[in-house]
C-alpha cells in the first residue's frame, strides 16, 4: 500500500512537470490526452480527487513521447530509454555566478533534458549515466569556457576535489561553477575563466563550508537563436 502510495505520489510531480513544459495548463495537457477538463482537474488540482492510474500513465507516456514507465520514475532519476535516449534532470540551480548575482541553493527539478545516450557516452567515458545532473549558467563568469545561457552536464558521484579542475561548488549556501586549483596550505583557489572576475582564496580554516556537488564535465548551449 505505501508503494502505491509513493507511486502515486511521483505520478502526480510527473503530470505537474508535463503540465509545465507542454502548454502551461492543465486544459492544454487534457485537449492532448484527449481527455475532459474535469478529469484532468481531478488528476491534477492541488487536491486531487484521482489517482493516475497504470492506465492513464501509460497513455501519457505514449502521447507525449516518454519512454515507458517514465511516469513512475522520481524526478531526480536519469532515466535510460529504450530508444536509445538518456533523460536527464535539470536542477533549478545557477552556477558560473560572479559576485554580484548569488542565487540561493535550491534543489527541485525544474525540467527534463533528453539526449542521444551514444553522444553522453563518448563524452562521458567512465561516468556511470545515473550521476549526471545538469546545472544551467547564469552569467559569464566562466567565460569563455561556459558561455551565459548554456549548461553544463555534471558528474554528481564526485563530492572531494581529488584534481585541479571545473566543479559545482556550494559554499555557504550560495552556488558556483568555478575552476578549482588546490593549494599546499590545505585551501584552494575558486577562479573565473572570464579575467574580468578576480580568484576568491578559500584558507583551509574555511573549507568547512565549502562543499563539492559535482564536478562539471562539458558545455551544452541552450540559448535560443
Given at each position: ?60 507516456e505514449r502521447t507525449f513521447g516518454y519512454p515507458i514507465g517514465y511516469m513512475d520514475q522520481p524526478l531526480d532519476t536519469v532515466i535510460d530509454g529504450d530508444d536509445g535516449t538518456i ?139
Amino acid at each position: 500500500e505505501n508503494q502505491m502510495a509513493t507511486i502515486y505520489q511521483t505520478r502526480y510531480a510527473r503530470m505537474q512537470e508535463i503540465i509545465r513544459k507542454h502548454g502551461g495548463t492543465k486544459a492544454a495537457v487534457a485537449e492532448k490526452l484527449e481527455i475532459t477538463r474535469q478529469y484532468m482537474q481531478a488528476l491534477a488540482s492541488d487536491k486531487p480527487t484521482k489517482n493516475i492510474g497504470n492506465k492513464i500513465a501509460r497513455h501519457v507516456e505514449r502521447t507525449f513521447g516518454y519512454p515507458i514507465g517514465y511516469m513512475d520514475q522520481p524526478l531526480d532519476t536519469v532515466i535510460d530509454g529504450d530508444d536509445g535516449t538518456i533523460t536527464i534532470p535539470v536542477l533549478d540551480v545557477r552556477g558560473s555566478l560572479g559576485p554580484s548575482a548569488i542565487l540561493s541553493e535550491t534543489t527541485s527539478i525544474i525540467s527534463l533534458l533528453r539526449l542521444q545516450k551514444a553522444f553522453l557516452m563518448d563524452r562521458t567515458r567512465g561516468v556511470s549515466t545515473s550521476s549526471l545532473r545538469l546545472h544551467q549558467v547564469a552569467d559569464d563568469s566562466m567565460a569563455p569556457t561556459f558561455m551565459e545561457g548554456s549548461a553544463v552536464i555534471v558528474d554528481k558521484s564526485v563530492c572531494e576535489i581529488n584534481a585541479d579542475g571545473v566543479y559545482v561548488i556550494d559554499r555557504g549556501g550560495e552556488i558556483y561553477i568555478k575552476r578549482i586549483q588546490r593549494k599546499p596550505s590545505g585551501g584552494v583557489l575558486m577562479i573565473s575563466d572570464n579575467t574580468k572576475f578576480l580568484p576568491q582564496v578559500i584558507e583551509a580554516h574555511e573549507m568547512a563550508s565549502f562543499n563539492v556537488l559535482g564536478r562539471a564535465l562539458f558545455e551544452l548551449t541552450l540559448r535560443k537563436v
